[in-house]
């Protein structure tokens, strides 16, 4: 019975990992995507003209990158519970 919980902590970690790891990874693409280029000019002189925490680009790229974090903590329990999976194994 031992060995099946830390057989489950185990597989359920590995998907955490690879799942939070992987979403992390796309997320985090996306916020970066918009800085890599300039975009329409017309819109970017617009926005410049708005303080910086009411620019649109500004607060997607805020809420991507939070989002990434919380992906990569799900990432960082799986670890967690691999390690405790086999710490019950052991």
Do not use: K, N
Request: with cysteine; glycine share 12%; hydrophobic share 50%.
């Amino acid at each position: 019975m031992v060995g099946t919980v830390g057989f489950v902590l185990e597989v359920c970690g590995g998907m955490a990992i690879v799942i939070g790891g992987w979403r992390s990874y796309a997320v985090a693409r996306e916020a970066l995507a918009p800085l890599a280029h300039d975009g329409d000019p017309t819109r970017t002189e617009i926005e410049a003209a708005r303080p910086l925490v009411e620019r649109p680009r500004v607060r997607l790229f805020a809420r991507r990158a939070a989002v990434s974090l919380g992906w990569l903590a799900v990432a960082f329990y799986g670890l967690y519970l691999v390690v405790r999976g086999q710490a019950v194994v052991g």
